[in-house]
């Protein structure tokens, strides 16, 4: 009998290149587990190629490694044949192990069909060394390999499905299971050359025609190694793309429910807002229409909060608006919509029993509003004013019913507030009142019905006009002229105000520049900005458009903002004003006296003049403390080198007072009523002719 040895360095490569095969092919079953349709097909096919050629090339290369006294050589056909069954086993085995279960009887088969496979491409390479006579196997070593093949496929397909998902640390455990199926593969392999006997005198028929083993073990494995590491490197690229079109997509996910809760909800408490809230509104109609039923729309307003937003700034009037809502939300039921409609208004949408539950809601929330509010160490009390519209009966559609509940809510705030108020019909007229209003203010600078009147301004000391401060007017189709206060309030709620304070500011420019060409070079015009006008941030824009496009010199216009506006956030504040103090534009302090303010940041705004509010001035004969009041800001104001303004002057008592006192300028309806600038000039034109 002939005896066989082993090349030592090829058993190890054969050794190496099973457990990369094994490696390989667990990774491929992580890729058809994780893709679908077409594609899982595309990995299949690649993924029983790659390891189909991996596992034969173990073989081969193993047989290579085989040393007969005698020269061998194999035939191609019966060779390529087995790297044939190779490729089918392997593709049979990556298939079934992408099934969703692999139930016992189907791995058990499974393994039988690989283990066959395996054996058969094993046994069909031996035959193609075509040996003469033929090979002769020990039964039991032939045995041995046959269940070797048989459990290590078992194993292998139960190793490969538990590993298909990619879990944290799956490839440090793919690895290890790697070389358990590697040692078995190879451990397969060689108990069945060991069980092949020789014959003395045997010769290989396949010596002429076929393979020679010189350098094809080279050839094998090179080959072998570039498709095994193409297919890896494809696999591990491809899992990154699939990790990295994941975290995208999970991204794009995550920002599209941001977007949806930002367009949805109140960024300052997470409640809904009026967009989502009709919404809810439309499904409780439908709800009740179906169903049956009723609801309360309970509109809530807070009393009280514009002094604590003023005194405290809009920082704490923030935190004070969340405390709210969190109270709010105390009780409410899944089914209920709390919702923040904008500034300190709530709305409040519940599911009734009977319209008796409305009541008692109604008080409870009021109730739990009036309790005191702990805020960053301050005690904050407010109320609330709640007005009530139930569906069905108050209103067709949400619209409608937001508006009645409003209405009801002016009512009980006209009341005393501090309460409720269920909708009446009657509330309707001044609710209707209020929506034309609004909509022809809309239409009101359409239509150029704004007017600017002025109210002169005067030289305390000698009498003489220095400018004029511009106040406006709106000349309403049918009601005729009207003061701010009648639609200044609606322009701030509805945010037109920063489009009238733009017109307001060019307007008053425009006269100023008429004005100044005629040879009032030294007067000032005054103009009034609002709360939400100073903190707009095109502020600073809008002052510099207008002063160039009406060519006026900026020490010609002066800027009031009231004290508590200036106070409010006064590091922004302070910003605000430092730029448009850089572009040389006058500043006043308007209604001095009557906020909260921090002499420390008063020193430091580049004001250029306090404006004592007329509260003071209107008492000033009769009120001693009033007379206190007005000679301290006088001092105060004279100390930190600001000119001193006092308005609301409507007896020659209070002017004398004031200008012994040291203001600056007065002005008032005992020196000049607010007129259209015609008339505004006319006046002017007597009071010089009379100097």
């Known amino acids: 009998m002939l005896i066989g040895s082993y090349s030592p360095a090829l058993v190890v490569i054969s050794l190496f290149v099973a457990i990369l095969s094994s490696y390989t092919a667990l990774d491929l079953t992580g890729r058809?587990?994780?893709t679908q349709g077409r594609a899982a097909y595309l990995w299949m096919s690649g993924g029983a190629l790659a390891m189909g050629?991996?596992?034969?090339?173990?073989?081969?290369i193993g047989m290579l490694a085989f040393e007969?006294?005698?020269a061998l050589g194999y035939d191609i056909t019966l060779t390529a044949l087995s790297l044939l069954i190779s490729i089918l086993s392997c593709g049979f085995a990556l298939w079934l192990v992408s099934q969703p279960r692999l139930p016992l009887w189907q791995l058990m088969f499974g393994a039988l069909i690989m283990g066959s496979g395996i054996s058969g491409m094993h046994y069909t390479g031996m035959a193609a060394m075509r040996m003469q006579p033929g090979i002769d196997y020990d039964p039991s070593l032939f045995g041995a390999s046959l269940l070797i093949?048989?459990?290590a496929s078992a194993a292998a397909l139960w190793i490969a499905f538990r590993l298909r998902q990619n879990t944290p640390h799956v490839r440090l455990a793919r690895s290890g299971a790697a070389v358990v199926m590697g040692f078995a593969i190879v451990g397969m392999h060689y108990t069945g050359m060991a069980a092949a006997r020789f014959a003395d005198g045997s010769f290989c028929g396949a010596l002429g025609s076929g393979l020679s083993g010189k350098g094809l073990d080279n050839l094998v494995l090179i080959t072998t190694l570039a498709v095994l590491i193409i297919a890896l490197l494809t696999s591990v690229l491809d899992a990154r793309l699939e990790t990295r079109t994941a975290v995208l997509a999970q991204s794009l996910t995550e920002a599209n429910k941001e977007l949806t809760q930002l367009a949805l909800h109140d960024t300052l408490t997470g409640l809904p807002n009026r967009i989502l809230l009709a919404d809810r509104i439309d499904q409780a109609m439908h709800r009740v229409t179906a169903y049956g039923g009723c609801f309360a729309l309970m509109f809530i307003d807070l009393d009280g909060f514009k002094p604590v937003n003023d005194a405290f700034g809009h920082h704490?009037?923030?935190?004070?608006?969340?405390?709210?809502a969190l109270r709010l939300r105390e009780g409410l039921r899944s089914e209920d919509t709390l919702a923040r409609i904008g500034g300190d208004e709530f709305v409040l949408l519940v599911q009734l029993g009977g319209p008796d539950d409305a009541l008692r809601l109604a008080a409870r929330q009021v109730s739990l509003l009036s309790r005191s509010f702990r805020v960053a160490e301050h005690e904050l009390?407010?109320?609330?004013?709640l007005g009530i519209a139930l569906y069905p009966g108050n209103g067709l559609s949400a619209q409608e019913l937001l508006m009645n509940a409003d209405a009801a809510m002016y009512h009980a705030k006209g009341s005393g507030k501090n309460g409720y108020s269920f909708f009446e019909g009657s509330m309707n007229s001044n609710a209707r009142r209020q929506l034309q209003l609004l909509q022809d203010l809309r239409n009101a600078l359409e239509h150029r019905q704004f007017r600017l009147h002025y109210q002169a301004k005067f030289d305390a000391a000698n009498g003489r006009p220095i400018g004029a401060e511009a106040l406006l007017r709106w000349e309403h189709p049918q009601q005729g002229l009207l003061l701010p206060d009648k639609f200044i309030e609606l322009a701030e709620k509805s945010g037109l105000i920063i489009a009238i304070g733009d017109w307001v500011l060019n307007e008053a420019c425009r006269q100023m520049r008429e004005w100044f060409l005629v040879g009032y070079t030294d007067w000032r015009i005054a103009v009034n900005?609002?709360?939400?006008?100073?903190?707009?941030?095109g502020l600073v824009d809008s002052v510099s458009r207008a002063l160039a496009r009406h060519q006026l010199p900026a020490n010609n216009l002066t800027l009031e903002i009231t004290e508590t506006t200036a106070m409010s956030d006064a590091d922004v504040s302070m910003i605000v004003l430092q730029q448009l103090a850089g572009m040389g534009v006058d500043l006043s302090i308007d209604d001095f006296g009557t906020g909260y303010s921090s002499l420390m940041y008063l020193k430091r705004l580049p004001a250029n003049e306090l404006k004592i509010d007329r509260g003071f001035v209107r008492d000033l004969e009769h009120d001693s403390d009033d007379a206190a009041i007005v000679s301290a800001i006088v001092a105060l104001g004279q100390a930190l080198g600001l000119r001193i303004v006092a308005e609301g002057v409507e007896t020659g008592k209070q002017q004398s007072f004031l200008t012994q006192l040291g203001c600056d300028s007065l002005q008032g309806y005992y020196l000049g009523h607010p007129l259209p600038p015609e008339r505004f000039?006319?006046?002017?034109?007597?009071?010089?002719?009379?100097?």
């Open 681 to 691: 000039m006319q006046g002017i034109h007597r009071s010089e002719h009379n100097d």
């Open 529 to 537: 900005l609002s709360a939400l006008q100073f903190c707009h941030a």
């Open 68 to 70: 007969l006294p005698i």
């Open 53 to 60: 050629i991996g596992v034969w090339s173990m073989h081969f």
């Open 149 to 151: 093949a048989l459990g």
């Open 32 to 34: 058809i587990a994780t």
């Open 381 to 385: 009390q407010i109320s609330a004013s």
């Open 316 to 324: 704490m009037g923030d935190q004070l608006l969340r405390e709210v």
